[in-house]
């Protein structure tokens, strides 16, 4: 196709002879200095313009030649725009801002719903009432990138800051998502679709310590909740602070269990000392209880108190069955008063024992945030799954590091796997699949993903994921290829 501009001898060409086939699913990337035709390219394919010459169909439909109505039509239905400059209606909130295309005549049915879908997976929901002059640049993204959304288009335009490509880049990117390289049993990541039934993708969460405990370690208190919401922060931590020799890590010996009364008073002490600045006080930072977040978990979950022997309303222990071959078990490890490790439940095998046996046929997978074989009566929880022969896999967190090990039993086996969080470099986040192979068995299929943003932002922030103010994360704790990349064969003799 070809496009030109202006008038006269003011006129040029900005399109010549473009020939551009876009599949479905694909992502692709238009690159270009400021003026080179970017923003026309996208007004023709977003149906918001007619080239001069050449054809543009979408979905086998031709958009050149419509009648003004019909592509208005053809917008509504099967093209998204986020717009650089968002183009949010001042008038209205951000909530009515994403639905509104849903509530124009001529939108496909489900469009409200999807809207509101959208707002909570997008975390948009504690914001929905605001105007967008109320809002954050990326917040107005956001409410943007669903409005572009809401009715399920074939189709979506971004149109971002010019910004001049680096020497050597490729001026066209193409694929929904970049393969992985093949390891270990050569799992690849299978290429998105295009489009997916967000009602087949709930949300199952996992409760760790950073979800109950202030820095992953210390059970609130009146005194953190005063620091939370009050009017005073700390600014720096005062010149020699330092803590007594004699003073105790933790309350009970254990490494990973609360830290002492005697170590916290002794910290916050000096820390308060130090230099503080006055900051607008704010009750919505509030620390929150346990039993209040497992409440909100549960509710944002779609999810039942946990039954069985006991009725575990307190902790955020569950299953879910996906399909009729797979049972997804979730055990809440996470230590009421402090320490970051796990700590499993006295009433907690009883529990497991019961989810296992009502598996029936299923594959089970269990699931917590520490791992079980350091968290504290967690051997008791392994050695149930030790001798049930369906078990595929106990997954993990935690330790911020990725790895894969074989748990040999005589039920015939099953794998320990371990993450590293979406902070660690090189923040990937890890896929699994579950296949059923020939003879009965079972494949469990793993790759890592990328999930920060492309462009500056996300290099930067996997730059400063390197950095690690902990220290030590960048040295081995992304694991070796067969602990990324693998298919993992699990079979009556056990893993393979």
Do not use: C
């Amino acid at each position: 196709m070809t496009k030109t501009v202006g008038v006269g001898r003011a006129s040029r060409r900005v399109l010549d002879d473009v020939r551009l086939t876009v599949g479905a699913g694909e992502v692709v990337a238009v690159l270009g200095r400021s003026g080179s035709g970017k923003s026309t390219l996208l007004h023709l394919l977003g149906a918001l313009d007619q080239p001069d010459a050449g054809e543009i169909s979408l979905a086998g439909e031709r958009l050149t030649g419509k009648r003004p109505r019909a592509l208005a039509r053809m917008r509504l239905r099967h093209i998204g725009f986020v717009f650089q400059t968002f183009q949010l209606i001042e008038e209205l909130t951000g909530a009515e801002n994403v639905l509104l295309p849903a509530r124009l005549p001529g939108a496909g049915p489900g469009g409200e719903r999807r809207g509101r879908l959208l707002i909570d997976e997008l975390g948009l929901a504690g914001l929905a009432s605001r105007r967008p002059h109320e809002l954050s640049g990326g917040e107005q993204q956001r409410f943007a990138i669903a409005r572009a959304l809401v009715n399920d288009p074939r189709a979506g335009a971004r149109r971002r800051a010019d910004r001049q490509p680096r020497p050597g880049q490729r001026r066209r990117r193409a694929g929904a998502a970049s393969q992985p390289p093949r390891s270990g049993g050569g799992a690849r990541h299978p290429r998105a679709r295009g489009r997916r039934d967000r009602r087949s993708d709930p949300l199952s969460a996992v409760l760790g310590d950073h979800d109950i405990l202030v820095a992953g370690e210390l059970a609130p208190s009146a005194q953190t909740q005063r620091l939370a919401i009050g009017d005073q922060a700390v600014w720096q931590l005062p010149a020699g602070l330092i803590l007594a020799p004699s003073a105790l890590l933790t309350a009970d010996q254990s490494p990973d269990g609360p830290p002492s009364s005697q170590l916290v008073n002794t910290f916050l002490a000096q820390a308060l000392a130090g230099p503080k600045v006055t900051v607008p006080p704010d009750r919505s930072r509030r620390e929150l209880a346990a039993p209040e977040m497992v409440e909100q978990l549960r509710r944002v979950s779609a999810l039942r108190p946990a039954g069985g022997p006991v009725a575990a309303t307190a902790r955020l222990d569950y299953h879910a069955d996906v399909g009729r071959s797979l049972r997804l078990i979730v055990l809440d490890l996470a230590r009421r008063a402090g320490g970051s490790g796990g700590l499993a439940s006295a009433d907690q095998p009883a529990w497991l024992e019961h989810e296992l046996a009502g598996a029936g046929a299923r594959w089970v997978i269990v699931i917590s945030h520490q791992p079980l074989a350091s968290s504290e009566g967690g051997d008791l929880l392994l050695s149930l799954l030790d001798r049930d022969t369906r078990v595929i896999a106990a997954i993990a967190g935690h330790t911020h590091r990725n790895s894969i090990e074989p748990r040999a039993t005589a039920a015939g086996g099953y794998w320990l796997i371990e993450t590293a969080s979406l902070i660690d470099y090189p923040q990937q986040a890890r896929g699994l699949r579950v296949v059923a192979t020939s003879g009965g068995g079972v494949a469990l299929q793993s790759w890592m993903l990328d999930h920060t943003y492309s462009g500056d932002l996300g290099e930067i922030s996997r730059q400063l994921a390197y950095l690690d103010a902990q220290g030590g994360r960048p040295e081995g704790f992304a694991g070796s290829r067969l602990d990324r990349n693998v298919t993992l064969y699990r079979g009556p003799r056990g893993p393979s």
